[in-house]
Each structure stands twice: as structure tokens, then as C-alpha cells.
């Protein structure tokens, strides 16, 4: 399957689950919304603005709203399989928006 991983550059679980997924036979790749060091052989490919930081924004939800048409280009150029969102209350929102039909996401309990 083909598996991306819509995250922020700040959270540091994008390498994890990129990892996890593929030590179980996937094809994964990082989404990030915002900048983001991959490790190496990490497929990345930045969607969302290289300056945006959520940790930095005030009001959060409008600024990750005017990505929801990069993440819709994204989503259909790469005719993914799944996409897996980190953090509902943002990545979470743009990939249930996206329109894909499988969506998994994290959330903390």
C-alpha cells in the first residue's frame, strides 16, 4: 500500500510511523505541513509552507484551512492508498476534508 503521513515539521512522529509502515512491507511518505528534516532515504515531499509554524500561531485553524487545496492536489496526484493524519485537530481535519475515502489518524488519549 501506499501510505502518506500528513504531519508537522515540529512533531517528531513522522519518522516513527514512516518507519513502522514500512518495516511491515508499505510504500510510506511524509506529508508535512510545515518544515520538516527527513532522515535518510525518508521519502518527504513538503506540502504545506516551509515558514509555518503551529507551535508559533496564534489562531491555528485558518491557517492550516488555506492548505486543505495543496493537501487535495497532493492527495489525488499520488493516488495514495491511505492517508494517515498525526494530530486530529489539524492534520487530523485537513485529511477527514481531503475528500480520500481512507483515512486513519492518531489521536492521543
Known amino acids: 500500500m501506499y501510505i502518506a503521513i500528513l504531519t508537522h515539521g515540529v512533531s517528531p512522529f ?29 521519502r518527504v515531499r513538503v506540502i504545506g509552507s516551509p515558514e509555518f509554524n503551529p507551535l508559533q500561531t496564534r489562531v491555528r485553524l485558518v491557517p492550516h484551512l488555506k492548505m486543505l487545496g495543496r493537501v487535495r492536489r497532493a492527495i489525488r496526484e499520488f493516488q495514495l492508498d491511505i492517508v494517515f493524519a498525526i494530530y ?14 481512507r483515512v486513519g489518524c492518531y489521536v492521543w488519549e
Open 88 to 101: 486530529l485537530s489539524s492534520a487530523g481535519l485537513l485529511a477527514c476534508l481531503s475528500g480520500h475515502p
Open 14 to 42: 513522522g519518522h516513527v510511523y514512516a518507519k513502522a509502515f514500512e518495516a511491515h512491507g508499505h510504500v510510506a511518505e511524509v506529508f508535512p505541513l510545515s518544515a520538516y528534516q527527513p532522515e535518510e532515504g525518508e
